[in-house]
């Protein structure tokens, strides 16, 4: 499983930005996709995911604030970030894995992308 995130940049408080995260190899068996990220100096966090059937579920910070989708046609994740905050800065790291448990677990099951930098200023 390949993950190539894109979308990052720089934007000011209150901004928005679209991560996207596109998937190729054998995705077949990858029911749960999401966003992790991570902020200089601290560890990394869970963001968001969603299931093959769309089922959603978002960290508390970034509830009411971000909607994360998919394109099952294009194996595309997105993450639409609104209101944008400058504790959201980090680098956002797109994930995927076999079940939900899984990726909200963040563990060696986790196929991992290369990160997107998002950075908020004030």
């Known amino acids: 499983v390949q993950l190539q995130a894109s979308g990052g940049g720089l934007v000011q408080a209150g901004g928005s930005l679209r991560l996207s995260c596109a998937a190729s190899?054998?995705?077949?068996?990858?029911?749960?996709m999401g966003w992790y990220r991570q902020a200089p100096g601290k560890e990394r966090e869970y963001v968001a995911l969603?299931?093959?059937?769309?089922?959603?579920n978002y960290a508390d910070p970034v509830k009411a604030r971000f909607t994360i989708s998919r394109d099952n046609a294009k194996n595309t994740v997105y993450l639409q970030m609104n209101s944008l905050k400058p504790d959201d800065t980090g680098a956002y790291y797109c994930?995927?894995?076999?079940?939900?448990?899984?990726?909200?677990?963040?563990?060696?099951?986790?196929?991992w992308g290369q990160g997107t930098l998002v950075t908020v200023s004030s």
């Open positions: 190899g054998s995705i077949s068996s990858m029911h749960a």
């Open positions: 994930a995927a894995a076999s079940s939900l448990l899984l990726l909200r677990r963040g563990g060696r099951s986790v196929y």
């Open positions: 969603i299931t093959s059937s769309s089922t959603t």
